[in-house]
């Protein structure tokens, strides 16, 4: 058995804190890369999410804005075949809703056009454009062509 200085018991006892030291920094160095790449996967899966939502609530906005402009233009069809029946040279009009008379937040417009059928003469042929809202690019057009009986 051989004995050890205590001079060689420190430098082998130095040599192992370092190798201690150095291999606990790499575990760290990978724990923090493990971390960010984890983070890197939950942000993306959240933006995928959020992308999603966005996606839908603006499909059902568009679905509201249809439904709101198919709504205006029976309406408008309706009102011109009062008109029609109360006066027979009813040309149309443009329909002009205020916001304050629907949702609050969009107006509509409603171009209403009337003509005579040729070969009847009590006939009328109205078309009826409804946009909803009137006033933005995502707007819904509906357009009816309708014939009317007098």
């Known amino acids: 058995m051989r004995i050890v200085s205590s001079k060689e018991l420190e430098a082998r006892h130095g040599r192992l804190r370092r190798a201690v030291r150095a291999s606990g920094s790499r575990r760290s160095g990978i724990a ?24 839908h609530h603006r499909q059902a906005q568009r679905e509201t804005f249809a439904s709101q402009s198919r709504w205006l233009a029976e309406s408008a ?7 029609l029946r109360a006066d027979a040279k009813f040309e149309g009009f443009t329909w002009s809703v205020p916001a304050a008379e629907l949702d609050g937040r969009h107006a509509a417009s409603v171009l209403i056009e009337v003509r005579p059928v040729k070969d009847a003469p009590q006939s009328r042929e109205v078309t009826v454009v409804a946009d909803y809202p009137a006033d933005s690019t995502l707007r819904s057009r509906t357009r009816f062509v309708r014939q009317f009986d007098l």
């Not at 890369?33 to 999410?49: D, E, K």
């Not at 069809?77 to 008109?83: A, H, Y």
């Open 32 to 55: 923090l890369l493990v971390v960010l790449v984890a983070l890197g996967i939950v942000s993306t899966i959240g933006m995928t999410l959020l992308r999603m939502s966005l996606m």
């Open 77 to 83: 069809f309706d009102q011109t075949g009062l008109r």
